[in-house]
């Protein structure tokens, strides 16, 4: 899509990209210096914890934490992948969100070079994705469905109930 000669797609795409090789790069870091995948969500999301946020956001009423926790999933996707659709579940409270992950069949240029797999992307995000929803008291679970990525969202109080 091209806007006063500005090719919108073009630029989301290279924004994309641009985010997706540091992930790579933070992921070779923390192996290089003997860190795991955890280690290095809990680094990332420390400074949101120490202030609160997390906390804050937990304090909400379920359904409004929920639909909020979903449209920031949604956002965050949007500019990492292609075709974000949310869809509301049908059986019980909570959102499907369904991503195409357009790295997915493709060799990264930083990647590469620093020896990180595609899986090894697409697991961290999706490590880094649940690790700060169940900090809201929202469930993610964030499954690779071939060039997919597929996300539920549930509130916790919903479990067992």
Do not use: C, H
Not at 59 to 76: D, H, Q
Not at 134 to 139: K, V
């Amino acid at each position: 899509m091209t806007a006063g000669g500005i090719d919108y797609q073009s630029l989301a795409r290279s924004r994309a990209n641009g985010m997706v090789n540091y992930i790579a790069l933070l992921i070779a870091l923390a192996r290089d210096t003997g860190r795991s995948a955890e280690d290095l969500a809990q680094w990332v999301q420390r400074p949101y914890e120490e202030l609160g946020l997390y906390a804050e956001l937990a304090r909400l009423p379920a359904e409004e934490r929920l639909k909020l926790a979903a449209e920031r999933f949604a956002t965050g996707r949007r500019l990492l992948y292609d075709e974000v659709d949310v869809t509301e579940l049908a059986d019980r409270p909570g959102y499907r969100i369904r991503s195409l992950v357009w790295y997915a069949d493709r060799q990264l240029e930083t990647a590469a070079l620093f020896g990180v797999a595609i899986e090894e992307i697409r697991s961290y995000a999706a490590l880094l994705a649940t690790r700060q929803l169940s900090l809201q008291g929202i469930r993610a679970v964030v499954t690779p469905a071939g060039s997919y990525e597929i996300a539920e969202l549930t509130p916790d109080d919903t479990e067992g109930a």
